[in-house]
């Protein structure tokens, strides 16, 4: 036994782990995002980047709630959570395998044994009278242990771990996008209850201008013709609040989802737009900092990792490898002798396999498992390179948001003068009905474009919280990861 734990020990630290050893890529060497030329929207800090909860930069302590209880309930994070764990179980039933494996077996036995088989015969002088019973009680174990000579178990375990942490990325991402939708639908139903409430403004005028139009023709200052005009354009007008309704209602439905309730469980009070605080300064990652904390870009890079590892697990596959083994057994005609060491027997095995010839499969599984972890270098480049441009985008967007913002309010104003003069002009008999009309036409559309530049404008803020934001911070990663 001593000289079999000393060879198994001996082999085992000459041992070697093949194939390449991953290098996490280095950041890039870029600091900043937008084209030269371009200008940095006011207001964006480039840094470390937004917090963990950085829909709290809002303001408003009922989103706070939401985003909480969407996290906490959302059944899509349920599923994606569970499916964390599972792959962390993975990497430790992987990780067993390293470990001597042992087994214990216990049987009992009653055989009768068919002498006539052996040619023996109730004539037959030799032959005991009937065929005879036996009882046999065994029990034992057994240890095997795989050197791992080349490391074969320790890249699969290594590859396991990897895709863990993929896994774990792709969690982050999913909680951080569940988070963005539900500030983002937020801001949806915002925005349609500001364009209800100019609907409803709008046909409040509406209706002033019939009641106006039907005393000057009542007085003989009017036609029959600006009465059905303004009576034409209220019914217009009314005829788009259900379209806007059916809008709000699908919005709460789908906010309902994420928050993975049902749409009778939300609040009765939604968040209007003068709850919400747009932030005045907004944290920005640098781009040497972006790609250690976005979970697409850091699952790419553990799928890279574990691609890279897989080169490792299928190169082992070409090289031999060494089993060590034992096995001890008691087995007697009677359970009382089980315990007698002359019931007892065991062995040590050790066993070798090697590959010969296998038609060149093996070397081809390893090119393929090279290309592979090519693809896998690809697709990181490629995920940053997409992240870095969506951060240019916002960044130019939230830019140009601001501009937005500031004409559509300088429309306004100018549409509600041309409507408080148009009406005025009216009231005196200086123009017709016609002219108030379009004058509070282009104040309604001035009105709606201001509410989507301030939506676009929210939503593009949030969309760079989420862009460079770090993930969910969930449980300790597996062993090994």
């Not at 909480?68 to 059944?75: G, L, V």
């Not at 067993?96 to 009653?110: M, W």
């Not at 490391?151 to 963005?180: D, W």
């Amino acid at each position: 036994m001593k000289r079999f734990a000393t060879l198994a020990l001996a082999t085992a630290l000459a041992g070697c782990t093949v194939g390449p050893n991953f290098t996490r890529p280095q950041a890039p060497a870029a600091t900043a995002y937008q084209s030269p030329g371009e200008v940095t929207p006011a207001g964006i800090a480039l840094g470390e980047g937004p917090q963990l909860r950085w829909w709290t930069a809002f303001g408003s302590a009922q989103l706070d709630a939401l985003v909480d209880q969407a996290i906490a309930n959302n059944r899509s994070l349920v599923a994606s959570n569970a499916t964390l764990a599972a792959s962390r179980d993975e990497v430790r039933a992987i990780a067993g395998r390293r470990l001597p494996q042992v087994d214990a077996n216990a049987r009992a036995d009653q055989q009768q044994v068919n002498l006539a088989g052996f040619g023996f015969s109730g004539s037959n002088p030799l032959a005991p009278a009937g065929n005879p019973e036996f009882h046999l009680y065994t029990v034992g174990g057994g240890v095997s242990y795989d050197l791992d000579l080349f490391g074969g178990l320790r890249r699969s375990v290594e590859q396991s771990a990897a895709q863990a942490e993929a896994q774990q990325r792709q969690t982050e991402a999913a909680h951080l996008t569940i988070a963005g939708q539900v500030v983002n639908q937020v801001l949806t139903i915002a925005a349609l209850h500001a364009q209800i409430d100019t609907a409803r403004a709008l046909l409040a005028d509406d209706q002033r201008n019939v009641d106006l139009t039907e005393k000057r023709r009542a007085g003989g200052e009017g036609t029959l013709v600006e009465v059905l005009n303004a009576q034409s354009q209220y019914a217009a007008d009314r005829s788009d609040l259900p379209q806007l309704d059916q809008q709000l209602a699908e919005a709460r439905h789908l906010l309902a989802t994420l928050l993975g309730t049902t749409p009778s469980a939300l609040p009765a009070n939604d968040i209007a737009f003068d709850q919400l605080t747009l932030p005045a300064q907004v944290p920005v990652a640098l781009p040497s900092s972006l790609v250690h904390r976005r979970p697409d870009i850091l699952q790419a890079e553990a799928e890279l990792h574990a691609a890279t590892a897989a080169v490792g697990v299928a190169t082992a596959r070409l090289y031999p490898d060494i089993t060590l083994g034992a096995t001890l057994t008691q087995g007697a005609p009677a359970i009382g002798d089980l315990v007698k060491n002359a019931f007892r027997g065991y062995d040590l095995f050790a066993g070798l396999t090697a590959p010969i010839f296998h038609g060149g499969t093996l070397k081809a599984e390893r090119a393929a498992a090279v290309d592979r972890a090519r693809a896998s270098q690809a697709s990181y480049e490629q995920t940053v390179l997409v992240a870095f441009s969506q951060v240019a985008d916002l960044l130019s967007a939230i830019q140009n948001d601001a501009r937005s913002v500031a004409d559509q309010r300088s429309s306004v104003q100018v549409a509600e003068r041309s409507r408080h003069l148009s009406r005025r002009s009216f009231q005196v008999g200086n123009s017709g009905i016609l002219q108030v009309l379009e004058s509070e036409r282009l104040y309604q559309r001035a009105s709606n474009g201001l509410v989507v530049a301030r939506t676009r404008q929210f939503l593009n803020v949030a969309r760079l919280y989420v862009a460079t934001a770090g993930g969910w911070t969930g449980p300790a990663t597996a062993p090994g990861a």
